[in-house]
């Protein structure tokens, strides 16, 4: 009897329809739900189509013959709903925003022996003298803790005894990083420097005169009516505002090249003091730029990689502690660096918050600002203790570029964004491998995700920068085709080493 017993419940048991919650991810149940409210209009449009078809098909001679007469009886309507008609379509092709195209873009590889290592570094910084051991103590934890690897590069003055920060040495910083990048950028595309129309230069600490910009143009003799911009003081953001200005100029230039060049100088930025919150940036910041060529013509459109979607920029200026976060001043000694406040996560994470607020509405899946608008009115309405919806940003991003300006940014935007490690990748990939480049880390993590074969044509990618002011700036690109990687790529020669593990 127990074994009939036995074999009656396991009949049962696989006649029973299994548990929904258990058999199901519901990841896939949101998926289709996104799926049907992104194709909601393309859903009804189909059976009214379906109508118009099949009445269509039965149509006789007679009937087409009655529709010409009743067209030729309305002459005069005819004709001014026709030039109604093309005078609005001429006037929005006139007046719609430009396409503006990445043809391509190139990032900076310092040579070999500019390579620093931990022990390196705090040898270095022990033989110069200007740290006491407390300072020193701290950069160690710094280092270790911030996700830096052996291979990160600073300028070549900084590895005299003693450190050499000359302005000639901070030129010849700016003129490798600069022209290196360049020379690649022009050698991958073909374009011919004096084809150039738009230049854009921005560099936070170092703004000798001439500008950085006009040493471009002396260097490849650029044409005398380029127009040509050098941004300053603007901090890590200042990349994806120098794309914005680019795009701009190019809505009312056309047919023109525009090339942006992003980088940072740290030979007369180094900081030889013992203030704390001024030592962490020389733990950090390492050599590194990059060159960007965009275009508004639309036969380049078949050689891009990709096309400018959204640029969102969000400014924190005005709040007094935002505004000081991170601040270039003098030490009691008077020597000079930038000084973190302890509030820049906060901050950062306020100016995100607006940031992404702003955007949202502009690349979030229709089902994703119905869920986050329906859960704001539940928690105004009956319970404010409802959790407000966090929007799944992967739904709307295939790839993810986080500035990586250290590890706690990263994991911070990580968690915020609820993002798998494969989304935070490309950034503490960068970070570990050429450090805190400042504007251009974006666009060595752009490059790591070519370097992987991911970027797959009609993938979206989110670049998202923080820098002082305070500021938080977004640039959102949509792959033209299957990307792969240029030649000269920066991770060419390490891309089988990554991802590595890191200790966190």
């Known amino acids: 009897m127990n074994g009939e017993e036995n074999n009656r419940v396991q009949i049962r048991q696989r006649t029973r329809l299994p548990d929904f919650l258990q058999s199901v991810n519901l990841k896939y149940v949101k998926l289709g739900y996104h799926y049907l409210i992104s194709h909601l209009l393309t859903l009804c449009l189909i059976p009214l189509m379906s109508v118009i078809v099949v009445e269509a098909s039965r149509l006789s001679l007679d009937d087409v013959h009655q529709l010409w007469l009743q067209l030729q009886y309305n002459l005069v309507s005819f004709i001014v709903f026709s030039v109604v008609l093309v005078f609005g379509s001429t006037v929005y092709i006139m007046t719609r925003p430009r396409s503006v195209y990445l043809l391509d873009y190139s990032c900076y590889l310092p040579p070999s022996h500019l390579k620093v290592k931990y022990q390196q570094f705090m040898e270095h910084s022990k033989l110069t003298g200007d740290f006491d051991e407390s300072s020193l103590e701290f950069q160690r934890k710094i280092l270790e803790r911030s996700g830096l690897g052996e291979e990160t590069c600073v300028p070549e003055a900084m590895h005299y005894l003693p450190p050499r920060p000359s302005m000639a040495a901070a030129r010849e910083e700016a003129e490798q990083v600069m022209f290196g990048a360049l020379d690649k950028l022009f050698a991958n595309t073909n374009v011919k420097p004096r084809d150039i129309g738009i230049l854009v230069v921005n560099c936070s600490l170092f703004n000798p005169t001439p500008s950085l910009s006009a040493m471009i143009i002396n260097k490849y003799k650029l044409r005398g009516n380029i127009r040509s911009f050098n941004l300053g003081g603007m901090g890590c953001s200042a990349g994806v505002i120098a794309i914005d200005l680019a795009k701009d100029m190019l809505q009312v230039h056309r047919n023109s090249y525009a090339v942006v060049v992003s980088t940072e100088n740290i ?50 200026g005005a709040n007094d502690k935002a505004f000081k976060c991170v601040y270039q001043e003098q030490d009691d000694n008077g020597k000079t660096g930038v000084s973190l406040s302890k509030d820049l996560m906060a901050i950062a994470g306020g100016a995100l918050k607006t940031n992404i607020t702003t955007m949202g509405p502009l690349v979030l899946p229709i089902s994703e600002q119905i869920l986050f608008f329906v859960t704001l009115v539940a928690k105004k309405l009956f319970n404010a203790k409802i959790k407000p919806y966090i929007p799944d940003f992967k739904l709307a991003f295939d790839h993810f570029c986080i500035h990586a300006g250290g590890r706690a940014v990263i994991d911070e935007l990580e968690k915020n964004l609820q993002l798998l490690p494969v989304h935070a990748e490309a950034s503490r990939m960068t970070l570990h491998r050429f450090g805190n480049t400042s504007s251009s880390s974006i666009w060595y993590e752009l490059a790591y995700t070519e370097a992987k074969g991911r970027m797959r044509k009609g993938n979206r990618v989110w670049q998202i920068a923080f820098g002082s002011g305070f500021k938080c700036n977004s640039a959102v690109w949509v792959a033209l085709r299957n990307v792969k990687p240029s030649p000269n790529n920066p991770w060419e020669d390490c891309i089988h080493r990554y991802p590595v593990q890191l200790n966190l």
């Open 267 to 316: 030979t007369q930025n180094w900081y030889f003091g013992n203030k704390k919150s001024m030592l962490i940036p020389n733990c950090l910041f390492r050599v590194g730029g990059a060159a960007v060529l965009l275009s508004n013509r639309s036969v380049d459109r078949r050689r891009s990689k990709y096309k400018l979607v959204h640029v969102v920029r969000t400014h924190c």
